[in-house]
């Protein structure tokens, strides 16, 4: 067969098509870069894996506007018959932003800081929010007054300084509360959002010292029964779990035990998942049961085991700034951590709750989150976003994707390699701005300029033209040959796009090299 030179390679004249399925394995940052799975990648930005292809996340755009600084908390109120959102702002003032637009006049003003821990109670005087900071009087809302809190108030918590409390649980009919920088936590009579507050100590248990962060509900099997248990978590990574239903009663309330478990990542560090529990800490994400029974030994049973090398460096270089926080998305199979590189520059880690497996969105710069109306929304400077919605755009700008598929050898480790074209197949409702090329030999630099979306207005029914308007599709496949250029032992598909209001969804790459001679 002849043979022609190129580049210094000596080269077949024979083509080799080869097709690589999309990174439905998710985001690897964990595995040999020289020895990952083919359906892994080592970059994946804003494509969401999953169960059969790798998908454009959905867009945001502002649903509530006109907030003045950064919002940092935001809070659900839901009775069953009314459902309502407000955010607080760091200029110490909450607003309702149930309507979207522009916010009214702000609902409760002077407030000491804008984070705040809160709690859904119901009782048979009504439906409440209990929400408390640390450094004001906590906060009662009964769906239309916000109420400060103390000893003086009506209704009244006596027996501690409800400004000293800084998280808050319901558990059993009872709701509970931290109190700062210590070890012990205070409850309320059953069915009450008043009364005189008594006292559990938890400083003789906790041999680490340090003091209580968060504190939650855990069911071991979705049921409500004897197994229910509350979980406290300290800033040293102990957790104290205890069972039972009257504290004040040894017969009725039990510890259940004591874990030493990783530090956790701020306040916002525990949320329910099912039947059990999500925990955010410096070893990562974990399942509350399987984080137990390992005991830190088996870091393979975390969540994020597969983008540990990730989630360690933004642990270790972030963990200390405001943000973090574990958020889970039923309705998209999601489940994700706020990750804060710095104030207005926030991305996400998300992973698929079927799969498991695990991307990163960049473009949502969230302080806070938290659902409304069955929806995700966030937290931003001066606004609250609704995320994920079906817009497919950032607030009217292009949603820009990046991956770099995991390194091949294309069966022949060894050889080097000419590749020359390239074909993703995609499904999408218009025409995306497209870059594929291939990054060789563990190459992971982007040179390529970022893409610009030209969009093409479809009509409007009743107002587009026939044979003149655009008119929008459902989605059908593209899949057109592109020329690429690199020489190398292995490669990574590198696949770029900028859209807006588009669907895209990726299936597989076709690829067409040229076999070198061995050791050339």
């Keep these: 067969m002849a043979q022609r030179r190129r580049n210094g390679l000596v080269q077949g004249t024979a083509a080799q098509p080869s097709s690589i399925p999309a990174p439905v394995g998710g985001w690897n940052a964990r595995d040999s870069i020289a020895n990952m799975a083919v359906t892994d990648a080592v970059t994946l930005e804003n494509w969401f894996p999953n169960v059969s292809n790798v998908v454009l996340r959905g867009g945001y755009s502002e649903h509530a506007t006109g907030l003045i600084g950064q919002v940092e908390t935001l809070l659900n109120y839901n009775s069953g018959s009314s459902e309502k959102i407000f955010a607080v702002v760091d200029t110490g003032k909450i607003y309702d932003v149930t309507a979207a637009g522009a916010v009214g006049p702000e609902e409760v003003s002077g407030l000491s800081n804008a984070r705040w821990e809160y709690t859904n109670v119901t009782t048979a005087g009504g439906s409440y929010i209990y929400a408390v900071n640390g450094l004001d009087d906590a906060l009662l809302y009964d769906g239309s007054i916000w109420t400060p809190i103390n000893s003086l108030s009506s209704p009244a918590i ?38 005189a507050a008594q006292e559990l100590d938890m400083g003789s248990i906790a041999t680490l010292g340090g003091h209580i962060v968060a504190v939650a509900a855990w069911t071991i099997d979705a ?110 199979n999601a489940a994700f951590v706020n990750v804060p590189f710095s104030v207005g520059a926030q991305q996400q880690f998300v992973m698929n709750n079927i799969t498991k497996a695990w ?66 197949s995609l499904f999408t409702n218009g025409t995306p701005a497209i870059f594929v090329g291939v990054n060789v030999d563990f190459d992971l630099s982007d040179t390529t300029s970022a893409l610009t979306f030209s969009a093409n207005p479809t009509g409007r029914f009743d107002v587009g033209l026939w044979d003149q308007a655009l008119w929008g599709s459902s989605l059908v496949i593209t899949n057109n040959w592109q020329g690429i250029t690199g020489i190398g032992y292995c490669a990574g598909v590198h696949l770029k796009s900028a859209s807006q209001g588009l669907q895209i969804e990726w299936a597989s790459t076709d690829v067409v090299y040229q076999n070198g001679w061995a050791g050339v």
């Design 223 to 332: 049921g409500y029964g004897v197994d229910d248990n509350l979980v406290f978590m300290t800033s040293q990574g102990q957790v104290i779990l205890w069972r039972g239903t009257d504290p004040a009663s040894a017969a009725t309330w039990a510890m259940v035990g004591v874990w030493s478990l990783g530090d956790p990542i701020g306040k916002r560090c525990i949320i329910k998942y099912g039947g059990d529990l999500l925990m955010l800490t410096q070893d990562g994400l974990y399942l509350f049961a399987q984080y137990l029974q390992s005991s830190r030994i088996q870091p393979q049973v975390a969540l994020s085991d597969k983008i540990q090398g990730a989630f360690a460096s933004a642990a270790n270089s972030y963990g200390s700034l405001f943000g973090w926080q574990i958020v889970v998305i039923p309705k998209y």
């Design 359 to 424: 991307c990163n969105f960049t473009g949502w710069h969230a302080n806070c989150w938290e659902h409304y109306a069955d929806n995700p929304y966030f937290g931003g400077n001066g606004f609250v976003g609704r995320a994920w919605d079906e817009s497919f755009a950032d607030n009217d700008t292009d949603i820009a994707t990046n991956a770099i598929q995991a390194f091949n050898y294309f069966g022949s480790r060894g050889v080097q390699k000419y590749f020359t074209r390239a074909r993703p």
């Design 158 to 195: 006596t027996g501690v300084t409800t400004s000293t409390l800084d998280n808050v649980c319901l558990f059993k009919n009872r709701v509970w509360f931290i109190q700062k920088n210590t070890l012990k936590a205070w409850y309320l009579p059953t069915s009450s959002v008043g009364g």
